[in-house]
């Protein structure tokens, strides 16, 4: 039995992470598709959701999609947020903190979950491929659930209603920020290539050649 298996564990995490990579893939075209079709609208709707809610909001929205099952994914926290020309670093740093702190508290709310069985039944389906998981992977199921397509949340919540190793889950917790961060980046670099960044320069030009033109006129603006 070993044997047969044992060959085809490669080629199902070559199978994942081909998953992962399909996904972020499709997202980076979204986002890209959007900002060709709605440059202007995103531009807007992202300076708008900075200029009110800022990187509080990237926080607490980040937090609430990967904590809750919120219907609204970070994804769209962080692309609200670099579309309207927040700081992609500082962008990147506060949601995969927020992203592991939900993690945390997901992870508490599986506790709870665990003394409520109509709560637990809501998990089953997701529990068995989660238990597969860690029967196949042994140790590795760690590493492997990371890439593996079951949700950020719900796998915290499993990870608390078995009572996970608090040393296991800090490492699933840690592991979850290089994926979030590749998520960011994939964004950053999808809006960089619709040209988001044009309008910002066409009006630095307007303004300089307004600056040039008073400049020429005595120094004062048409009013």
Not at 108 to 120: N, S, T
Not at 195 to 213: E, I
């Amino acid at each position: 039995m070993t044997t047969d298996t044992a060959p085809t564990k490669p080629r199902e995490l070559g199978r994942l992470l081909a998953q992962v990579t399909l996904g972020l893939a499709a997202l980076g075209l979204f986002v890209f598709v959007i900002g060709r079709v709605f440059g202007a609208e995103l531009d807007a709707a992202g300076r708008a959701f900075v200029a009110r809610f800022g990187y509080v909001g990237v926080a607490l929205g980040v937090f609430t999609s990967d904590a809750f099952t919120s219907p609204i994914p970070p994804q769209a926290y962080v692309v609200a947020a670099l579309a309207g020309k927040s700081s992609p670093p500082l962008t990147i740093a506060i949601g995969s903190a927020a992203s592991v702190a939900a993690g945390g508290v997901a992870y508490q709310i599986g506790r709870v979950f665990r003394r409520v069985p109509r709560l637990q039944r809501a998990l089953d389906r997701t529990r068995h491929k989660v238990d597969e998981l860690f029967v196949r992977w042994g140790p590795w199921a760690i590493v492997v659930s990371v890439v593996s397509p079951i949700p950020y949340s719900a796998l915290c919540y499993l990870c608390g209603m078995a009572r996970m190793p608090a040393r296991l889950f800090i490492a699933l917790l840690a592991l979850r920020v290089p994926r979030f961060v590749v998520m960011c980046l994939v964004v950053q670099w999808s809006l960089t290539a619709t040209g988001a960044q044009k309008p910002m320069k066409a009006t630095t030009s307007a303004s300089s050649a307004s600056d040039s033109t008073s400049a020429e006129n005595g120094g004062m603006r048409p009013e």
